[in-house]
């Protein structure tokens, strides 16, 4: 039903379940059409504001250099070896570089975790990344826990 499933991490422990979650949906989709769907893994670094040039290179290279060990980690850690992951790290904004990949790549599923709301403080929440994605995004969204 999915064949290119995104999932943005931050790179935490936690944003290995929404990997895992594709992870499982991407083993169904293999059984039921014979072939595997793609899974990207993508973070994004987010940009200092206002700051452009090459005096910040160093700092964003280290960023990503960090981001890409850590998603080796969120890969290695899944439950089957036969999945198909392709890992990027891109340096932007993160709501609009997460919305241009999908759309880019034809991307079918953005699949990321989201946070818990505070029933008691409903103001507080909205503006999260997961809420901008489900809003804006040109495919269908899957918040997970």
Request: proline share 3%; aromatic share 4%; with cysteine.
């Amino acid at each position: 039903m999915f064949a290119h499933i995104l999932v943005p991490t931050d790179t935490s422990p936690e944003s290995g379940n929404a990997l895992q979650i594709a992870g499982k949906m991407q083993s169904l989709e293999k059984s039921a059409s014979g072939q595997f769907s793609k899974i990207s893994l993508l973070h994004v670094v987010e940009v200092i504001a206002h700051e452009e040039g090459d005096e910040f290179a160093p700092f964003y290279n280290k960023l990503i250099k960090k981001a890409e060990a850590k998603m080796d980690e969120l890969i290695r850690n899944q439950e089957t070896k036969e999945l198909v992951i392709e890992k990027q790290v891109i340096v932007g904004n993160r709501v609009r570089e997460i919305l241009n990949f999908a759309e880019t790549n034809k991307v079918d599923l953005i699949l990321l975790k989201s946070h818990r709301m505070d029933q008691n403080d409903l103001t507080r929440g909205w503006g999260t990344i997961s809420h901008k994605i489900g809003i804006l995004s040109p495919c269908p969204v899957m918040l997970v826990r």
